[in-house]
Nanobody, 126 residues
Framework: VQLQASGGGLVQPGGSLRLSCAAS????????MAWFRQAPGKEREFVAA????????IYADSVKGRFTASRDNAKATAYLQLNSLKPEDTAVYFC????????????????????WGQGTLVTVSS
């Protein structure tokens, strides 16, 4: 299984980026997909997640209303649209996939995901 994250970069506050996560080696349409991030000197934190076929992702409060998660099962790709970016959004962003079902209350926990991408760096700075 491989998850390849891309799309990070340097952006000014208030700007936008779109991250992609291309998956291979798994039945993408059956996996819970998630995004996490890790800022320098901080622990990895949950950003967004969604179940297969679920049109309503869940989000961390810190990104709700600014970030939008989506998936294209036909392309085996997950996306994270980042809008209204703030300096505190600076982090390495990781995509993750489960090997099975995760109940809603557990979807925010990194321990429940089995596969991880290498991360893509997002830097928000003027």
């Amino acid at each position: 299984v491989q998850l390849q994250a891309s799309g990070g970069g340097l952006v000014q506050p208030g700007g936008s980026l779109r991250l992609s996560c291309a998956a291979s080696g798994l039945t993408f349409s059956r996996n819970v997909m998630a995004w996490f991030r890790q800022a320098p000197g901080k622990e990895r934190e949950f950003v967004a997640a969604f179940r297969p076929g679920n049109s309503n992702p869940i989000y961390a409060d810190s990104v709700k209303g600014r970030f939008t998660a989506s998936r294209d099962n036909a392309k085996a790709t997950a996306y994270l649209q980042l809008n209204s970016l703030k300096p505190e959004d600076t982090a390495v962003y990781f995509c993750a996939a489960s090997s099975g079902w995760i109940i809603l209350s557990e979807m925010r926990k990194s321990k429940n995901y089995d596969y991880w991408g290498q991360g893509t760096l997002v830097t928000v700075s003027s």
